[in-house]
């Protein structure tokens, strides 16, 4: 029986359009607008994804963690209904403003209280901070080996051979078990859940935990500080170039972009 666990976020939904997100600068937060639902973070969705596969090919039992200040059930219960076995969901106030190190910190901890485990999958970073930091941080912190940004993942006699994905191709990386592998959109997107997966997650207990049930000092935890979150102003200068023909405007452009010294 392969052990796989998979963490997922959930966050605001990165296809919203960007005039429905406002700054809180004293908070440093970001403020949704009114309409914008919660959805899985893209990238776990992909992690989910491949853990599904996995099992496929493997015998093997898929639980879901999830952390956040406060989780909406009907989000995560998605996961359910695609294929996952187990839910943990832990909800603590202390995810309010964590950084990567404590989300790290704490999601290691219930690893911890779970029990065993031999492969552990997230997405490679987070749409909404983008860090891609707490995968890396759960395997330097649980000390097992990682992958980050695979495309393809495949599992064979105690050994995971990962496709990462690069600018210009990909290279292989073979791994023993237990490890951690980050999982990129290359990878395709998570399956729809069918009408029976749907009515079944919705009856499936799953575990809710807070910070004290994993008996950790959360006090010390933070490892960083922000010092500005802010919107980008962006300034835009349009020079428009003309022609009697489109000959003629091309000419033009050629000869402006050479005055600037762009050719």
Same mark, same amino acid.
């Given at each position: 029986?392969?052990?796989?666990?998979?963490?997922?976020?959930?966050?605001?939904?990165?296809?919203?359009?960007?005039?429905?997100?406002?700054?809180?600068?004293?908070?440093?937060?970001?403020?949704?607008?009114?309409?914008?639902?919660?959805?899985?973070?893209?990238?776990?969705?992909?992690?989910?994804?491949?853990?599904?596969?996995?099992?496929?090919?493997?015998?093997?039992?898929?639980?879901?963690?999830?952390?956040?200040?406060?989780?909406?059930?009907?989000?995560?219960?998605?996961?359910?209904?695609?294929?996952?076995?187990?839910?943990?969901?832990?909800?603590?106030?202390?995810?309010?403003?964590?950084?990567?190190?404590?989300?790290?910190?704490?999601?290691?901890?219930?690893?911890?209280?779970?029990?065993?485990?031999?492969?552990? &999958?997230?997405?490679?970073?987070?749409?909404?901070?983008?860090?891609?930091?707490?995968?890396?941080?759960?395997?330097? &912190?649980?000390?097992?080996?990682?992958?980050?940004?695979?495309?393809?993942?495949?599992?064979?006699?105690?050994?995971?051979?990962?496709?990462?994905?690069?600018?210009?191709?990909?290279?292989?990386?073979?791994?023993?078990?237990?490890? &951690?592998?980050?999982?990129?959109?290359?990878?395709?997107?998570?399956?729809?859940?069918?009408?029976?997966? &749907?009515?079944?997650?919705?009856?499936?207990?799953?575990?809710?935990?807070?910070?004290?049930?994993?008996?950790?000092?959360?006090?010390?935890?933070?490892?960083?500080?922000?010092?500005?979150?802010?919107?980008?102003?962006?300034?835009?200068?349009?020079?428009?170039?003309?022609?009697?023909?489109?000959?003629?405007?091309?000419?033009?452009?050629?000869?402006?972009?050479?005055?600037?010294?762009?050719?």
């Amino acid at each position: 029986m392969l052990n796989i666990i998979v963490c997922v976020k959930v966050v605001i939904d990165p296809e919203a359009p960007t005039s429905t997100f406002k700054i809180d600068p004293e908070g440093m937060r970001v403020v949704p607008g009114q309409g914008v639902p919660p959805v899985l973070n893209p990238y776990d969705e992909n992690s989910l994804e491949a853990a599904l596969r996995i099992k496929e090919q493997h015998p093997g039992k898929i639980t879901v963690i999830s952390a956040g200040k406060f989780i909406p059930k009907a989000v995560v219960k998605k996961c359910l209904a695609v294929g996952a076995d187990d839910l943990v969901v832990i909800e603590d106030d202390i995810f309010e403003d964590a950084d990567s190190y404590t989300t790290a910190y704490l999601l290691v901890a219930a690893i911890k209280k779970l029990g065993e485990y031999d492969l552990i &999958l997230t997405g490679r970073m987070a749409a909404d901070t983008n860090a891609g930091q707490v995968g890396s941080g759960v395997a330097e &912190l649980l000390g097992i080996p990682s992958v980050t940004v695979a495309r393809k993942i495949e599992v064979n006699d105690g050994t995971v051979r990962v496709e990462r994905s690069l600018a210009d191709g990909y290279e292989a990386v073979e791994v023993s078990l237990p490890c &951690l592998v980050t999982v990129s959109h290359e990878m395709g997107e998570l399956r729809p859940a069918n009408v029976k997966g &749907l009515i079944a997650a919705q009856k499936q207990p799953f575990t809710t935990w807070h910070a004290e049930d994993l008996a950790v000092d959360i006090t010390p935890l933070k490892q960083t500080k922000p010092l500005k979150l802010y919107i980008p102003e962006r300034e835009v200068q349009c020079d428009r170039v003309e022609g009697q023909t489109p000959e003629e405007a091309g000419a033009n452009l050629a000869l402006k972009l050479r005055q600037m010294n762009q050719i």
